[in-house]
């Protein structure tokens, strides 16, 4: 294990061992799940094992996650400079990028060779959907460093899926705008995944091309132009599907429009569960006030944390987005989901089972108070009316 040390002129020397330093290769390794049910499939020439990974993912990983104990540990500020210069953590956010890739030709090359049946081509395109819908926590991840490989790494993951949009609409509109009604990428409480993805997926694209827009014309550039970083990324998603539909026939675009979908889907998801219900306050200009780790639900859950770099620790990175997976920090005053988002996906699914597990925590937080809450509009205007005959009767 691999220590870090610092002399503090007050606290003396101080040293901190990161225990899990060789665990976060768990995030490299996890987008490979899919040769486990293709493996599997291949041995046995049942198709139904194909299922298999999937159901780990969302069954498996939840249960885990309750299993072991929430990790709340933090590594000492003072190492914190040290730890982030560590390129060994860096290293592996690289090194999970071509695997993306790998997954998907793998993926397409099984659909198209080894006739899996609707069963398995459904299953085999979800699990492939899901490790790309991993891709874009990668590209989050490089995206908001600010070095060109880093950046140009998250642009190349981020056409796996096809979502070259994300680092701009991420980077500078929903971190501007997160736990505001504003936001497209904010739930409002009261408001079902459902009707949140009608707002969130076309408000995503939106707003990242004018962002990306704006920036291209402060800079003299025109929109349609080859520094157009969303562009960049496309111009990779166009060859990287045509040149597996030529290599593998028409019949491979259907898996490859599904995973794409389901990577979108695993997306808006995790948009959903990190801020629902959450608001920030305005000061008396009318201005929000600056994103505080209380603006984001969180999760210690160490083993999904593991397998996807830290996501879930989203209240330190919101409060300070430039900060690295490895330091993220846990608070104890923040909003703490009962499961990680593998859990909280699914729970989501069911509108009302997840209305019965968060409305109550989101108004615990708020005190009761539904003006401290981000909430839905339309929840808000069925409430007055339900109201409003009571308060005629009340005046009379």
Known sequence: MKVFTCDDPELGLIRYVDHKRYLWMLSVLFPL??????????????????????????GGL?????????????PPEQLVPQ?????????????????????????AWFVATQDPGLGGFLALSLLVGAVSGVGINTGHELGHKKTPVDRLAARMVLAVPVYGHFTMEHNVGHHAEVATPEDSASARYGESIYRFALREIPGGLRRGWRLE??????????????????????????????????????????FLLVQAAWAWWQLTSANYVEHYGL?????????YERCQPHHSWNANHVVSNLMLFHLQRHSDHHAWAARHYQSLRHFDDVPQ??????????????????????????????????????????????ERSVTSPARSMDTN
């Open 62 to 74: 939840p249960l885990l996650d309750h299993l072991f104990a929430n990790d709340r540990s933090n």
């Open 83 to 107: 730890l982030e210069a560590d390129g060994y953590y860096r290293v592996l956010n690289y090194l999970t990028v071509p695997l993306h890739f790998v997954v998907l030709v793998g993926g």
């Open 337 to 382: 989901l009962p499961s990680g988002y593998f859990g909280m996906f699914l729970l989501s699914y069911v509108p009302p089972l997840w209305r019965k597990v968060m409305d109550p925590r989101v108004l615990e937080l708020a005190g009761g108070d539904l003006r401290r809450v981000n909430v839905d509009p339309r929840l808000a205007a069925a």
């Open 33 to 58: 799940i899919p040769f486990v049910g293709m493996g599997l499939a291949l041995w046995s020439g049942r198709e139904w094992l194909l299922w298999l990974p999937l159901a780990f993912v969302y």
């Open 279 to 287: 608001l920030r306050a305005k000061d008396s200009n009318g201005k």
């Open 213 to 254: 827009s704006e920036r291209l014309g402060r800079c003299g550039f025109r929109t349609w132009s080859w520094r157009n970083e969303i562009l960049q990324s496309y111009a990779l998603s166009l060859p990287l599907y045509a040149c597996l539909v030529l290599a593998f026939g028409p019949a491979v675009l259907s």
